[in-house]
């Protein structure tokens, strides 16, 4: 089992910036890749950002590249996800999640989640 707290949402006006974390306990293991999701009101969960703990390898939406940045602390087993020149349509519950190896943007192929924590961003 691995279990996943998030950490670091608010609110705050479009153009700011936050940055969230997820911390790691349990059966960490460094094949593992991490993903952060967010779901806003009546839409499908999607995916935002990825990494693959052992290579440092990335992947994000097309809509967030330049924008957020994902990273890992090993020593702390800690994601961040660094969010900045938010947009209102970045609103959204935001999850992180785990699994083994491959780095993938389909929600349902990760197998450990986070509580999820809320951004909020105004105009």
């Known amino acids: 089992q691995v279990q996943l707290v998030e950490s670091g949402g608010g609110s705050v006006q479009a153009g700011g910036s936050l940055r969230l974390s997820c911390a790691a306990s349990?059966?960490?293991?460094?094949?593992?890749?991490m993903g952060w999701f967010r779901q806003a009101p009546g839409k499908e969960r999607e995916f935002v950002a990825g990494?693959?703990?052992?290579?440092?390898?990335?992947r994000y939406k097309d809509s967030v590249k330049g924008r957020f940045t994902v990273s890992t602390d090993n020593a702390k087993n800690t994601v961040y996800l660094q969010m900045n020149s938010l947009q209102p349509e970045d609103t959204a519950v935001y999850y992180c999640?785990?699994?083994?190896?491959?780095?993938?943007?389909?929600?349902?192929?990760?197998?450990?989640w986070g509580q999820g924590t809320q951004v909020t961003v105004s105009s």
């Open positions: 349990g059966r960490t293991t460094s094949n593992r890749a």
């Open positions: 999640a785990a699994r083994s190896v491959l780095l993938i943007t389909t929600w349902y192929d990760y197998d450990y």
């Open positions: 990494i693959i703990w052992s290579t440092g390898s990335t």
